[in-house]
């Protein structure tokens, strides 16, 4: 039962009852910049400083005034919010205006096809859906040229004009047979070892502390047992590999691989040829793990993952859905790291804080237009959503992209204050981890404390929301531990972060240090 309207509890219930062991299960009533606002018993509002950010969704803080105003603007000329099947000419200028980004941070000029969405892990659906169906083309159409050949080499052999060579036969472990009843063997065993690799599911690849949604696919390339194993028997399956071991790569590439055999006549003789099954779907990489605990991929890691989607015709899919849009200092995270995506799933600050919009990018080389067709989205290409995210993109590349430098300036000072409580209390945080405004501070394992509260928080996986609890209501300071890596705290805070707001976050945090250093968890402040 809700206390504060008598109603039952049917929103989620069991999510609150938690928040509230943690004292985060506190309603906002306003929000503006940096700041979300809250009322006390009497009524009057509490400013909160706000360091989650949406989850990296408020690049430019809450309720920015120029995003307000083309939303305001929009309401009023009562733009249409649902005209499906139509012309969507907003959509087509934020699809060129993000090609246009890509292009020169990446220094290619192919093309990258839109489909969008309305979250994060539909873009990332989509990327995976659409290199399912390419790569299901692909497959089909080798194999009806394979079907094409073995004809030929059959019809050569039938008129006399070719012969089916004795090592043919050992290769493919056949009797040797003369004539006629060879090549129908041939054929029968290739046909027969090709429908094998055909029906095989295909390979899907993700990193070690990944995080890519929680729908039905996309929980499937998510890293975290607890997320995706009540659900393994509904979705894909997933090879998750360790970001710094090339070795396994190259393992996965030698086992996981196949060969597609293919008859062709060359000088009077039927010839063995051999192509490479294309076995592997999708490989999934966050520039920025955002739910893994904040932890950067490498510019060597890119590299070895870029090499191995070349040697395996396996499409990059780079998720930027928390890491992209300015966040680090650009556009795409990926691009500062030198690692380029056949797929590129944006959401979050794309939407500005206003609208619920994301977008799968696909490279021209793989794009295929039936996907149009057999995916859609009812609530995706809107105006209105479309037009806030011109204006977010308007934004990012304004003064010669200033907020892009911004990012990197603010997020350096932010970095600077987390280190310094590192350095006072490195028997407390282990690590800070991050880049520009995409921050995660680590704290030790607090699973073997000598104090109660700690040690149980630490077991039961709350360790860093019982620590979100006290900087809310102690220091009037919101922020949450990542999904995956809960001892890790995030600081996503927008652009407008100032240098007094960073000084609160470092008095906060050291006070907090100074509370698990005296194992003195009395002193937390759960409430207000």
């Known amino acids: 039962m809700n206390s504060e309207t008598a109603e039952p509890e049917l929103a989620e219930p069991n999510l609150r009852a938690l928040l509230s062991t943690a004292g985060l299960d506190v ?16 009524g009057e ?37 649902h005209a499906q099947f139509s012309s969507h000419p907003y959509a087509n200028r934020l699809a060129a205006e993000l090609n246009r980004i890509i292009h020169r941070e990446t220094e290619s000029d192919e093309p990258y096809f839109a489909t969008f969405a309305n979250s994060g892990a539909e873009a990332v659906e989509a990327a995976v859906k659409h290199a399912e169906l390419d790569r299901g083309l692909r497959l089909g159409e080798l194999l009806g040229r394979i079907e094409a050949s073995g004809e030929q080499a059959r019809a050569a052999v039938r008129g006399g004009r070719a012969a089916v060579p004795d090592e043919i036969l050992a290769r493919l472990g056949i009797e040797e047979s003369a004539g006629e009843g060879a090549i129908e063997a041939v054929l029968a065993e290739i046909t027969r070892r090709n429908a094998l690799l055909q029906g095989k599911a295909p390979v899907f690849l ?24 009540p659900f393994a028997t509904l979705g894909v399956k997933t090879r998750f590999v360790p970001e710094d071991r090339p070795d396994v790569l190259e393992e996965i590439l030698e086992n996981e691989g196949g ?13 063995l040829t051999e192509h490479r099954h294309p076995a592997f779907c999708a490989f999934l990489v966050e520039p920025i793990q955002g739910e893994g605990g904040i932890r950067p991929l490498s510019a060597k890691s890119a590299r070895y993952i870029q090499e191995f989607g070349e040697a395996a015709d396996c499409p990059i899919v780079v998720d930027e859905v928390q890491s992209g849009m300015g966040r680090t200092g650009a556009l795409l995270a990926s691009s500062q790291v030198g690692l380029r995506g056949d797929y590129y799933a944006l959401a979050k600050s794309l939407g500005g804080g206003l609208a619920k919009v994301s977008v799968m990018l696909v490279r021209e080389a793989r794009y ?13 290409k809107d105006s209105y959503s479309c037009h806030i995210a011109l204006k977010v993109l308007e934004l990012l590349e304004a003064d ?45 394992d607090q699973s073997g404390s000598g104090d109660e509260v700690f040690a149980g928080a630490a077991a039961g ?30 600081f996503e805070p927008s652009l407008l972060l100032t240098d007094e707001e960073i000084d609160r976050v470092e008095r906060a945090l050291t006070d907090v240090c100074g509370i698990l250093r005296d194992q003195a968890s009395h002193r937390l402040v759960t409430s207000s």
């Open 461 to 490: 996986g709350m360790f860093g929301y019982v620590i979100a609890g006290h900087l809310l209501h102690a220091h009037r300071i919101r922020t949450f531990p990542t999904a995956s890596a809960t001892n890790t705290l995030r």
């Open 27 to 42: 309603e906002y009533v306003r929000a503006e910049g940096n700041t979300l606002f809250r009322r006390d018993n009497e």
């Open 259 to 271: 060969t597609l055999f293919q008859l062709v006549v060359t000088d009077g003789l039927v010839q």
């Open 400 to 444: 010669d992209g200033r907020a892009y430098r911004r990012a990197v300036e603010r997020g350096g000072a932010l970095t600077s204050a987390l280190e310094r409580v590192r350095a006072a209390f490195p028997d407390v945080v282990k690590e800070i981890r991050g880049r520009g405004l995409m921050l995660g501070c680590e704290f030790r």
């Open 368 to 380: 295929r237009p039936l996907f149009e067709l057999v995916h859609s989205s009812t609530f995706a």
């Open 206 to 229: 993700a990193l070690e502390g990944g995080f890519h949604g929680k729908l039905m696919g996309s929980v499937q390339l998510t890293h975290n047992a607890g997320y995706r194993e």
């Open 45 to 81: 509002e509490i400013p909160v400083l706000d360091c989650a950010g949406g989850y990296g969704s408020l690049m430019f803080g809450h309720n920015h005034p120029e995003l307000l105003a083309v939303a305001r603007r929009l309401l009023d000329e009562r733009t249409p919010h």
